[in-house]
């Protein structure tokens, strides 16, 4: 049963610190996509991979936040510094370009800038 | 700039009827349009999708239209189950993933 695994699965740091969130794709998929989910803005696209190069990344605050796929099996989304507003769920999503971007959703990793 | 709708935060009805749940868009038409059901503390899962040129895909007990007309679908579930109950989440996807959009959510919950 493939999945999409998420690390960590929660995390609480203090202003200023940087967080990194990790995500293993579903083996085969070529596209990666990163979201925030909140309770006022819903689910956004933070980032977006296809056969790792990244394709689009305006959703994303660009002075604090960067995403990477150093390889086909780990996609990162790095905060630095985090600030009390990046609490939120953050997800990962993989799928395959010619399943017409089904994306197959992460459990999560929920953090808290305190 | 483009903006999604889903009908309603919550919507609640009686088990065995069928559950309709709509999601509106301006501006222009997605290539497909997606939905996916949450659960709480989960990620959304992938239901059902439908392409622009189509009208109307079924799924079991799911069925979706599409209408570019009125840049709406509709989201039916027959027969409805308490296991049903979930958030349930469109998703408008651009040409080439260029452009990805989710609505707000719609929060169902079936009453036995």
């Known amino acids: 049963d493939a999945r999409v695994t998420q690390t960590p699965r929660h995390k609480v740091t203090e202003m200023g610190q940087e967080v990194t969130m990790r995500c293993q794709p579903i083996?085969?998929?070529?596209?990666v996509f990163w979201y925030r989910q909140t309770m006022m803005q819903g689910l956004e696209l933070l980032a977006y991979?296809?056969?790792?190069?990244?394709?689009?990344d305006s959703g994303m605050p660009k002075d604090r936040f960067s995403a990477e796929m150093p390889d086909a099996t780990l996609a990162t989304l790095k905060i630095q510094p985090s600030e009390p507003r990046d609490s939120a769920v953050y997800f990962c999503?993989?799928?395959?370009?010619?399943?017409?971007?089904?994306?197959?959703f992460g459990p999560g990793t929920r953090l808290t800038v305190t | 700039s483009q903006k999604i709708e889903q009908n309603s935060e919550a919507l609640n009805i009686q088990e065995g009827k069928t559950a309709t749940l709509t999601c509106n868009y301006t501006?222009?038409?997605?290539?497909?349009l997606q939905w996916y059901r949450q659960d709480p503390g989960r990620g959304p899962v992938f239901l059902l999708l439908?392409?622009?040129?189509?009208k109307e895909k079924r799924k079991e007990r799911l069925k979706v239209t599409f209408d570019t007309t009125l840049k709406q679908s509709l989201f039916h579930i027959t027969a409805s189950q308490p296991a049903d109950s979930a958030t349930y989440l469109c998703?408008?996807?651009?040409?080439?993933?260029?452009?990805?959009?989710f609505g707000s959510g719609t929060r169902l919950s079936i009453r036995p």
């Open positions: 998703a408008l996807v651009y040409s080439s993933a260029s452009k990805i959009i």
């Open positions: 439908i392409r622009e040129n189509e």
């Open positions: 083996l085969g998929h070529n596209t």
């Open positions: 991979f296809r056969n790792r190069a990244p394709l689009d």
């Open positions: 999503a993989s799928g395959y370009e010619g399943r017409n971007y089904e994306q197959y």
């Open positions: 501006n222009y038409s997605p290539a497909y």
